[in-house]
């Protein structure tokens, strides 16, 4: 290719990404249920992967300037803020289907994120990962940053030419500067299978808490028993005996398949908040949405407030993607100001931010009636608050309006 061509190229790719890159994120004033704010663009996407980890930019060895490792999707990132700015860990999926993990830091949260120089390099363990993905960021209590992460390697107990049985655990790293990452043996359990782990970020009695989800195999996932919590005296060869179920999964509602946990909760005056996903099954396939919940403060394994139905589910786009129909976090940031950054992917493809304040996620999760679990029963709640508004409308014109 004549070198003119090749410049010409590259002048054209290069605009193209920064204008990516450089655009600027506004709230989607057309939603407005008073819960949280939803942006009109995703905030990391696979165009914004940096040109120089998917194309080979030398002229001499690529002439014809072809992309030589594509990427197919960013989504599932773990969330941190350290010195003002908001660092996501991202799962990236190259167009070969393994995943890996990339920092993207931003100044305000909402766009402008931008990846550091290299993908992050996490140590193997010796029994080496055949893929990793959605990792949960913790600042803990004692003083380290850590990352649990789902490590998947093939079923040494498949039978021949099954290419799709798995054996997921859970992958423990920490660090100090989101660059170096120190490999810690994977977290043991009594569970054959371990999705969603997250690490608490404060002790219990001295001892290391986990979220966890116990789960018999990855073929029937829906035999997981729910949100699961258990200790640990150390967190360097960390193992987990007895898993409490905190949050069971429910016939006929948002979680009736399998529900996982997602966010690493927040502290607030009144409690852990939560973010998690449940999922459950329809005629189009599983549709994965996010719900809320609220732990006591002394003891984090006890649900205090438990709001019915989700709190956000794919909408118009979002719908659309490699894995249709999902909304799936396990990374938010909550601000010493009360505001709060909810970071979720859109249908396994791209990523999202939805803003909110622990004010306001507080009076969700406190007084969102709790799911009756029968047709009659949240009929009666309805009509509850029928009753409730025509009453006090009554006596106001403005609230009569609504009330038409």
């Known amino acids: 290719m004549d070198s003119a061509v090749f410049k010409k190229r590259l002048s054209e790719i290069v605009k193209n990404h920064r204008k990516i890159i450089s655009k600027r994120n506004s709230v989607n004033k057309n939603w407005n249920n008073g819960w949280?704010?939803?942006?009109?663009?995703?905030?990391?996407?696979?165009?914004?992967?940096?040109?120089?980890?998917?194309?080979?930019?030398?002229?001499?060895?690529n002439p014809y300037l072809l992309e030589r490792l594509g990427i197919?999707?960013?989504?599932?990132?773990?969330?941190?803020?350290?010195?003002?700015?908001?660092?996501?860990?991202?799962?990236?999926?190259?167009?070969?289907?393994?995943?890996?993990?990339?920092?993207?830091?931003s100044k305000?949260?909402?766009?402008?994120?931008?990846?550091?120089?290299?993908?992050?390099?996490?140590?193997?363990?010796?029994?080496?990962?055949?893929?990793?993905?959605?990792?949960?960021?913790?600042?803990?209590?004692?003083?380290c940053i850590y990352g649990t992460f789902c490590s998947e390697r093939k079923d040494p107990a498949a039978p021949p030419g099954d290419c799709s049985s798995a054996v997921?655990?859970?992958?423990?790293?920490?660090?100090?500067?989101?660059?170096?990452?120190?490999?810690?043996p994977d977290l043991k359990s009594n569970s054959a299978q371990q999705r969603n782990v997250v690490l608490h970020p404060e002790f219990i009695n001295g001892k290391y808490a986990f979220?966890?989800?116990?789960?018999?195999?990855?073929?029937?996932?829906?035999?997981?028993?729910?949100?699961?919590?258990?200790?640990?005296d150390k967190i360097e060869g960390a193992v987990v005996g007895e898993e409490k179920i905190v949050d069971p999964k429910a016939y006929h509602t948002i979680k009736e398949s399998k529900n996982g946990a997602g966010a690493v909760p927040f502290r607030t005056k009144e409690g852990w908040l939560h973010i998690a996903h449940g999922v459950r099954n329809t005629a189009a396939g599983l549709r994965y949405v996010l719900y809320a919940f609220l732990c006591d403060l002394k003891h984090p394994e006890k649900i205090i407030h438990r709001p019915g139905g989700y709190f956000i589910a794919p909408m118009g786009k979002e719908r659309?993607?490699?894995?249709?129909?999902?909304?799936?976090?396990?990374?938010?940031?909550?601000?010493?100001?009360?505001?709060?950054?909810?970071?979720?992917?859109?249908?396994?493809?791209?990523?999202?931010?939805?803003?909110?304040?622990?004010?306001?996620?507080?009076?969700?999760?406190?007084?969102?009636?709790?799911?009756?679990?029968?047709?009659?029963?949240?009929?009666k709640q309805r009509c509850s608050l029928i009753k409730r508004n025509l009453e006090v409308a009554g006596k106001n014109k403005l609230l009569k309006q609504a009330c038409l």
């Not at 969330?79 to 799962?91: F, H, Q, S, T, W």
């Not at 949260?109 to 913790?138: A, H, Q, S």
Request: charged share 25%; with cysteine; hydrophobic share 35%.
């Open 211 to 232: 979220y966890t989800r116990p789960q018999d195999s990855f073929i029937e996932a829906g035999k997981g028993g729910g949100i699961g919590w258990a200790l640990s």
């Open 168 to 184: 997921a655990q859970s992958g423990i790293v920490r660090t100090r500067d989101l660059k170096n990452w120190e490999r810690l």
């Open 108 to 143: 305000n949260g909402i766009d402008g994120f931008k990846f550091f120089d290299f993908p992050c390099v996490i140590p193997e363990t010796d029994d080496p990962d055949t893929n990793v993905y959605d990792m949960r960021l913790t600042k803990h209590e004692d003083g």
């Open 320 to 379: 659309v993607g490699d894995v249709s129909n999902v909304t799936f976090c396990n990374g938010a940031v909550m601000k010493d100001n009360g505001d709060i950054f909810i970071y979720y992917a859109s249908s396994d493809t791209r990523v999202h931010v939805a803003t909110t304040t622990a004010d306001i996620l507080l009076d969700y999760v406190k007084n969102t009636p709790e799911d009756g679990l029968r047709s009659a029963a949240n009929v």
């Open 36 to 61: 949280f704010k939803r942006y009109i663009n995703p905030v990391v996407t696979r165009e914004h992967i940096p040109l120089h980890w998917r194309y080979d930019l030398d002229p001499k060895t």
């Open 72 to 105: 197919n999707a960013v989504l599932n990132p773990g969330a941190i803020e350290v010195d003002g700015k908001i660092y996501l860990i991202c799962r990236v999926e190259g167009f070969d289907r393994k995943s890996f993990f990339a920092v993207a830091e």
